[in-house]
């Protein structure tokens, strides 16, 4: 592959490091990657080295799908505009969105990101009820808008963030690995940890209805993803929305990271739990790379909304480029069989990735449903001690194997793999190859007692060689 970028890696450092933001951050911040060009589930960087993409959920049927390229192309040469004009594709697309959702979600709104989505469904949420109490999940993030960091604990908890708002009441997340209720730990069935977090979240129902009369809105990523990967209990969702309904309060199903197929069996995650959210909203695949963004509700939500007075306008929600594109999305998607792919490599990778369980005592949990896995690194199987060091030391590895992985959850010790639809079975195989290595040289050197010292190193433009990466690693630890 030719070189696509004339510009001097140093040199894009160096003008970034100068006109963009400090708090915008990069992956491997001590030795960024420059990605030009992208190809289905791979990514090439200035040099044209290849690198298989695990966490990319935004290109959901593949970077560059000449598909999706056409469609945008092909409509941008004819018109964008606002949808205050009549075009077919915004109509098309609402109505192939309705159509896979329960009959009750029938009335759209575009708009142009996650942040945008969630941040509408809330104002619409609290229109409609008159009540301002939301109840959101530990560790949630919903969105980069001011409304949205109000009610995402994974940002708001950070040591700089902001104050959580008298209005917002956080429960604890639903996670059965390492949460406040665990399983088999507690020696509870799965089934009753998760009544006992829905009963967390009925508690702060009746508080708010003894304090304030009412809920505004409960609001949930289906399967929580910056969280950690948190699969919820069998009927957890549907317990919650029944004590949320009772206090007059709204359900939003964030589908912004998990919906459009990717969880195999359904096209919305919110489909396993067998619920049906008051308003959803869906974002990041929706356009595969393109900002496009939706929220669906019920009527007489949208009746609600309407009857302000206040116009709803968006310069660019809705716009026949965009409609474009997440139609053909949508094509892709059917005509390609992503569901079906999704749950056959998805439970591939998760076989495989249980094998890696047997193996290696570093792998204290592996989840996961279709194309959404999270594996996460424990270093004593018995108190759960997150193995945040060494997850990323594995993630760093990884990449120079030319793996993409990453991690996250609040102690950044899980492993995530959240890959276009187009993965294979041949990529999960080499995905979990690889890391079975990987985690074969923490196996070799680990050391009783010893942690993994995470520095902060200036930015360069140059790897460090693989064959001193352990050594390096081990030399770097510090007796505790």
């Known amino acids: 592959m030719a070189y696509l970028q004339s510009m001097p890696k140093s040199e894009t450092i160096q003008l970034r490091e100068k006109h963009v933001g400090a708090a915008c ?24 080295e290849r690198y298989l993409d695990c966490i990319n959920n935004v290109a959901h049927v593949g970077h560059c799908h000449p598909h999706v390229v056409e469609a945008g192309r092909n409509q941008m040469s004819l018109i964008s505009t606002n949808n ?25 709104f575009f708009v142009n990101s996650g942040s945008e989505a969630n941040d509408l469904a809330l104002r619409m949420a609290r229109i409609h009820t008159k009540k301002k109490d939301v109840i959101t999940l530990d560790h949630a993030y919903h969105g980069h808008l001011t409304t949205m960091i109000d009610i995402s604990p994974y940002k708001f908890n950070l040591p700089g963030g902001p104050e959580k708002p008298d209005w917002v009441h956080v429960a604890p997340v639903p996670d059965v690995y390492r949460g406040k209720y665990t399983h ?28 304030n009369g009412g809920v505004c809105a409960f609001i949930a990523e289906s399967l929580q993803s910056c969280g950690g ?23 939003i199903a964030d589908e912004v990271q998990v919906g459009f197929g990717r969880v ?71 005509e390609e069989n992503l569901l079906e792919r999704a749950s056959r490599v998805g439970n591939h990778l998760l076989s495989r990735c249980e094998d890696l369980k047997h193996k290696h005592r570093l792998v204290g949990d592996v989840r996961g449903r279709g194309l959404f896995v999270g594996v996460e690194l424990v270093t004593d199987r018995e108190t759960r001690t997150p193995a945040t060091a060494e997850a990323k030391h594995v993630v760093n590895r990884m990449r120079e194997e030319k793996i993409l992985i990453s991690r996250d959850g609040p102690d950044s010790n899980v ?7 187009v993965f294979t079975t041949q990529d999960a195989d080499r995905l979990v190859e690889t890391l079975d290595r ?43």
């Open 25 to 48: 951050q990069l992956f491997f911040r001590s030795s960024p990657l420059k990605i030009v060009r992208g190809i289905a589930q791979f990514m090439y960087d200035e040099t044209g």
């Open 84 to 108: 205050r004009y009549l075009h077919d594709e915004l109509v098309i697309l609402a109505q192939r969105l309705v159509n896979t959702l329960p009959e009750s979600l029938s009335v759209c």
């Open 184 to 211: 088999p730990a507690d020696s509870e069935s799965v089934e009753e940890v998760g009544r006992m977090y829905a009963d967390e979240v009925g508690n702060i129902c009746n508080e708010i209805k003894n304090k």
């Open 229 to 251: 990967q948190i699969i919820p209990p069998d009927g957890y969702f549907k317990r919650v929305y029944e004590y949320v309904h009772e206090a007059g309060g709204v359900c």
């Open 264 to 334: 195999g069996t359904h096209m919305w995650a919110f489909e396993t739990q067998d619920v049906v959210p008051d308003i959803v909203t869906m974002g990041k695949p929706m356009g595969n790379g393109h900002p496009v963004a939706a929220v669906i509700t019920t009527p007489e939500i949208a009746k609600s909304f309407s009857d302000t007075g206040v116009e709803y306008f968006n310069t660019y929600g809705g716009n026949p480029v965009s409609c474009a594109i997440a139609n053909a999305v949508l094509d892709v998607i059917e």
């Open 415 to 421: 492993l995530k793999f959240k890959p276009p639809m």
């Open 438 to 480: 990987v985690l074969g040289e923490l196996d070799d050197t680990r050391i009783s007692n010893i942690k993994l010292e995470v520095l902060v190193t200036p930015i360069n433009t140059e790897v460090p060689k693989k064959e001193n990466v352990i050594k390096s690693s081990v030399q770097k630890a510090i007796k505790t």
